[in-house]
């Protein structure tokens, strides 16, 4: 696509606020602003634990921990292995009464979860015979659904949004998929609420080492199955080394790509992340599903990782090895360099990189100085609006502007970030989904958008006037040309549907 | 030890053994093309994650393959048999589509191929792969668009533009000659003139998003125009699940093989990343490897007559490690296949100046060794169908590889 050739004028610095920083306003938001929209935004960095999701209320009755959602998921397994053995057992009825048949018994049933965990089989119970296909959506899917429930209704909760764009930063910087398998698609919500919304303000090392450690990145980069050749489990089974989570957090997590890492180091990290996985459902390393240090599969010595040797001795290892990475100049570099693609342009200017990597490190990666230094940089409130709003930010836009609010079924806004190429933690590789403009603003793309504003539009039972809801929205830098638009438009749906389209929505 | 392995075909053989010297002749412009009635088109599937070439097309008649390969490794006998392509290669039973149009010579293979890329980062090796330059950091343009945008001022292929599918556009047809792009919905349409009075506002206040949503729109009647319609059009999966690399296919063929529709596309599949339990004739690569094959058949069928003039050809960035790893999976490798499909494609051939895969002949004593570049099958292609010459090719399409002669005879 060509460069952009759009006209530009001077961004009101309320509008920078809501969308280059936030998610865009609500109806009511923009008369809170009033003079100050730094400094609105600085109170929304301190208010205590303002990127914490809290369990509050029956609509997150199912929100889990990932360590019980885990089990959930490890016990439905468990029960469908049951029923097919069950199954296999009825085809042949000789079988029924064979020795050791009463043993395997059945759990509560997977219908019944997510709240079951599966430590151990529960008392016999007498086989069905026939397994019936449960009418429940598998205990997976309903995590899913609770968990974008619960991110979507801080989203339309969230004052301005600062906070949250800062969450799906990260989140998407240290994304995971859920297109995996069970254990990531169980717990990604999870994940983000444990790993990523805790140290969102604070220590950037902190994150680091929490997702690293946690089961659904240790699933999702195979870490878990990672065995250290020389370990005892090594020795003893036919497994050995995957290099694939080591790689990518030099690569995507910390000093980034062509960084001066050799494949030697990447082996070598590799060594040093074995054990680091996740307890079975057996429980013999723990907790079930929970993270542990399996110190059989650790590669034992001494391991040298971009010059420095790391002396052998368990988890410590690749605590030391993670902690020095954090504190790289490339990471610092690698880390500035994506949050001003992320908040002011997609060539960010490079002042403000090197002034983001310079807090970075004077401050040793303390998150809540990097989100504070953005807000007070001349870049974030010159540059002009040309970036363009993701998908997640935009239907979270079109939902705060046009509703419905909080605590309403999440489907329909997971269909739409589906067909606008963003399913919610489910990025087509490690790398997340793309941070450039061009990417969200394809043929296609702007076909759903389309569609997408519609649809919202059609929905909203009273509309009120829609000139009125520009002036709320976007504010008194709305252009000439799309004040006109939506003055004309044959319908207040269609006014609102144009509202939706309008450059001053789309940009960000 | 040099194995030429390629089922007997006298002229392929002869420009083979004779290196490359001989390449320059076949680049005579193929401007009669109205005369001969030829209509051609080029359809690109970027297979990103790194295809396993080596399990997609196994060289079963090597014998360090089956120790290195261990339990994934295709064989001849078994319950899942690889389905033979000649005397050395076979390929994964998840493509019997693939192997009938190899043997009806509308399919081949390169094989130990790589682009200029020799670091195993999948988003630098995509980039390479995609923008056609020789290293990465280029990720404004890729070489199918620029080879649109540098064919002969009028040429009908240029002026009829190419088509991206999928949500995004793959980086490897992104560029300033225009470009179409589709992707199944399922949304309903909006009533009454929206679109008009959008687009109206886009072109005062930001032509970029003007562009993009009008060839949204235009994309969209296009395939919505068919008779089979709205319905059948409904998402059936992502493009890294088998129904959706079809679905996808389908679309493509049909907006393709319109008179007036684009004679390029580019697609990408997504998923190609097999670091735990790969699997070998069954699996999750298996699983892949049928969707692709799914694709090959709905191209095949909704291209029709076109068909005859048409080329299919998979690229992915990198392989993956000659040698299992601890997880029934592979790691990042160098060298893998390049498969091509096509009633233009003079097919029934394994392109390959096998390496070996003893530990002194692997790459870095891990990779299987490349000795085929992908840019000289692409090269090939694009000079067979569209007439390109090896200067614009070496310099304008994958500029700064005039080192890398374009392969001769791809194309039947």
């Given at each position: 696509m060509a460069a952009p050739t759009k006209v530009s004028t001077a961004p009101d610095p309320a509008l920078i606020a809501f969308n280059r920083f936030g998610l865009g306003a609500r109806p009511d938001d923009r008369d809170k602003l009033t003079g100050d929209p730094r400094g609105y935004l600085k109170a929304e960095l301190r208010q205590?634990?303002?990127a914490m999701i809290t369990y509050d209320g029956p609509a997150y009755a199912d929100l889990l921990g990932s360590t019980p959602a885990i089990q959930a998921s490890m016990a439905a397994r468990f029960q469908r292995k049951l029923d097919k053995d069950m199954a296999k057992a009825a085809a042949k009825p000789a079988m029924i009464n064979a020795p050791g048949m009463e043993k395997t018994a059945a759990i509560p049933?997977?219908?019944?979860?997510?709240?079951?965990?599966?430590?151990a089989p529960a008392p016999a119970q007498p086989p069905v015979a026939a397994p019936t296909k449960p009418a429940t959506p598998p205990v997976e899917a309903i995590l899913y659904k609770a968990e974008a429930q619960a991110r979507f209704d801080k989203a339309l909760k969230a004052e301005v949004g600062f906070v949250e764009r800062l969450v799906y930063f990260w989140s998407n910087h240290f994304c995971v998929s859920v297109a995996k398998d069970n254990v990531v698609r169980a717990s990604a919500g999870a994940f983000e609420r444990e790993a990523i919304r805790p140290f969102v303000l604070g220590r950037f090392a902190d994150m680091l080492t929490a997702v690293e450690r946690h089961p659904a990145m240790l699933f999702y980069l195979d870490n878990q199955q990672s065995v250290g050749p020389d370990s005892r489990a090594g020795k003893n089974r036919q497994r050995g080394l995957n290099e694939n989570l080591a790689r990518e957090i030099l690569e995507l997590h910390t000093l980034g790509v062509g960084s001066g890492y050799t494949q030697a180091d990447v082996t070598s990290f590799a060594r040093i992340l074995t054990g680091w996985t996740m307890a079975g459902r057996e429980g013999r390393l723990g907790e079930p599903g929970s993270s542990v240090f399996n110190a059989n599969a650790h590669e034992p010595g001494d391991a040298v990782l971009l010059g420095k040797t790391y002396p052998g001795g368990g988890m410590g290892q690749a605590e030391a090895a993670l902690d020095d990475i954090a504190r790289h100049p490339a990471t610092a570099q690698h880390i500035a360099t994506k949050l001003a693609r992320h908040f002011i342009a997609d060539d960010p200017p490079a002042a403000a990189v090197a002034r983001l990597a310079k807090v970075f490190t004077k401050n040793d990666g303390n998150l809540r100085a990097l989100a504070a230094t953005l807000i007070d940089m001349p870049e974030a409130w010159s540059t002009p609006l040309d970036k363009m709003r993701s998908p997640f930010d935009y239907v979270a836009a079109v939902r705060r502007a046009a509703g419905p609010g909080?605590?309403?079924?999440p489907g329909q806004s997971l269909a739409w970030l589906n067909a606008l190429g963003?399913?919610?933690?489910?990025?087509?590789?490690?790398?997340?989904?793309?941070?450039?403009?061009d990417s969200w603003a394809s043929a296609e793309g702007m076909k759903v958008r389309l569609d997408i504003a519609w649809q919202a539009a059609r929905q909203v039972k009273d509309i009120g006037n829609p000139d009125d809801m520009l002036d709320a929205l976007i504010g008194p830098s709305a252009s000439p040309e799309t004040r006109q638009e939506i003055a004309r438009a044959e319908s207040k749906q269609q006014g609102l549907a144009l509202l939706l389209m309008a450059p001053e929505f789309q940009r960000r | 030890m040099n194995l030429l392995c390629e089922t007997p075909h006298p002229s392929r053989r002869a420009v083979l053994m004779t290196g490359g010297a001989l390449f320059a002749w076949a680049y005579m412009p193929r401007f009669a093309r109205a005369a001969d009635n030829r209509d051609p088109r080029l359809i690109v599937v970027v297979l990103r994650g790194a295809l396993d070439g080596l399990s997609a097309v196994g060289p079963v008649g090597d014998p360090d393959y089956a120790g290195l390969h261990g339990d994934i490794a295709l064989s001849l006998t078994g319950p899942h048999a690889a389905l033979p392509l000649d005397s050395f290669f076979a390929v994964n039973p998840a493509m019997p589509v693939f192997a009938r149009l190899f043997k009806a010579n509308q399919a081949a293979v390169v094989h130990a191929a790589a682009t200029g890329y020799r670091e195993r980062s999948h988003f630098d090796g995509q980039d390479v792969l995609e923008s056609g330059f020789s290293g990465p950091g280029h990720v404004a343009t890729g070489w199918l668009n620029r080879a649109l945008e540098n064919l002969p001022a009028g040429d009908r292929v240029a002026t009829l533009g190419g088509l991206a599918v999928g949500p995004s556009t793959p980086l490897v047809i992104r560029g300033a000659a225009p470009v179409l792009g589709w992707a199944p919905q399922s949304l309903p349409e909006p009533a009454g003139d929206l679109a008009a009075r959008v687009l109206n506002l886009y072109r005062h206040r930001d032509p970029v998003l003007a562009v993009a949503l009008q060839k949204g729109l235009d994309a969209d009647r296009m395939a919505l125009?068919?008779?089979?319609?709205?319905?059948?059009?409904?998402?059936?999966?992502?493009?890294?699940?088998a129904a959706g690399m079809r679905q996808a296919a389908q679309g493509a063929a049909r907006l393709m093989s319109a008179d007036d529709g684009p004679r390029v596309a580019a697609l990408a599949f997504d998923?190609?990343?097999?670091?735990?339990?790969?699997?070998?004739?069954?699996?999750r690569l298996a699983t892949l490897l049928g969707g692709l094959d799914g694709a090959f058949e709905e191209f095949e069928k909704g291209l029709g007559e076109r068909w005859k003039d048409t080329a299919v050809v998979a690229i992915t960035e990198f392989g993956r490690t000659a040698q299992i790893n601890g997880t029934v999976g592979t790691d990042h490798g160098t060298g893998t296949v390049v498969l091509l499909a096509g009633g233009a494609i003079k097919g029934g051939r394994v392109i390959a100046d096998w390496p070996g895969l003893k530990p002194a002949q692997l790459y870095q004593q891990r990779d299987l060794a490349p000795t085929s570049d992908v840019r000289a099958v692409l090269k090939g292609l694009l000079a067979d169908q569209f007439g390109l010459s090896a200067a614009v090719l070496g310099d304008k399409v994958f500029p700064d590889s005039a080192a890398v002669k374009p392969m001769a005879n791809l194309v039947a």
């Open positions: 205590p634990d303002i049933n997977a219908g019944a979860m997510p709240t079951a965990p599966a430590k909080p605590a309403n079924d963003e399913p919610l933690w489910q990025p087509p590789g490690p790398n997340g989904f793309s941070d450039q403009a | 125009d068919d008779q089979m319609g709205a319905k059948a059009m409904k998402p059936k999966g992502g493009l890294d699940s998923g190609w990343d097999t670091h735990v339990n790969e699997g070998g004739a069954t699996g």
